[in-house]
């Protein structure tokens, strides 16, 4: 993210800035990415190893010419073996290819992508110890970074009251300001749409209004 610490500080003070102002609480949390996609990763490696495999194929006697033009000795298994470990080697190449973010985005279906960061979205909000508050209106700003999705996660005291459509709109808008690396203004801002809109439906409590979970900026493992 290359925030510095002045960017978590002023972070963490919109979360209180915002808490202040509603009986509900907020809480931030990011990964790296939200599962191993190692099966995609090594799936796609083999499908285009595969197809570039075949493709070489009609160029079986081009490269048996070469290698008798080294003068080496050349039972029949030569091809083959030639074939198989430029195979092996390509597959591991492209694996560690496809292990980088931009090629990783294309090669991950989209519809696991979002099943992913939706489940570690949902274990975040468990992790965290958000559902804890005595009232249960805590919420949970859950950003995956290799999916480039966000997921904000209500507990069921603030779900039977605002819709998970008013969060996809925060979500959806945190996500494309952090498209455009405009990382800290785009979770202070959601933090103070989220901070409104709970301050709409739980307003504070002046006499009584405790600070039930930590104002900070989580990292969390996959």
């Known amino acids: 993210m290359r925030l510095s610490d002045a960017a978590f500080e002023k972070i963490k003070n919109s979360i209180k800035n915002a808490e202040s102002k509603t009986s509900g609480e907020i809480v931030i949390a ?20 595969l197809a570039i495999t075949i493709a070489a194929l009609p160029f079986a006697k081009t490269i048996r010419a070469f290698y008798e033009s080294l003068n080496w000795s050349s039972p029949e ?29 294309i090669v991950i279906p989209n519809f696991f992508k979002r099943k992913e960061v939706s489940a570690r979205a949902m274990r975040a909000f468990t992790e965290c110890g958000i559902y804890s508050t005595r009232e249960h209106t805590g919420i949970l700003i859950f950003v995956s970074f290799l999916e480039r999705q966000v997921r904000i996660v209500a507990d069921e005291g603030i779900a039977k009251k605002i819709g998970n459509d008013l969060w996809n709109i925060i979500a959806d808008s945190l996500a494309s300001e952090i498209g455009k690396k405009n990382i800290e203004g785009a979770f202070c801002d959601a933090v103070e749409k989220c901070g409104e809109l709970l301050a709409q439906y739980f307003p504070a409590d002046e006499n009584d209004n405790p600070d039930e979970l930590d104002n900070g900026f989580l990292i969390l493992e996959k």
Request: glycine share 0%; charged share 10%; hydrophobic share 60%.
């Open 77 to 105: 298994w030569y091809l083959p073996a030639i074939y198989s470990f430029a195979s092996f080697c390509l597959i591991l190449f492209l694996f560690f290819l496809f292990n980088i973010p931009a090629l990783d985005r």
């Open 30 to 49: 990011v990964t790296a990415e939200s599962s191993d996609y190692s099966f995609w990763e090594l799936s796609a490696a083999l499908i285009v190893s």
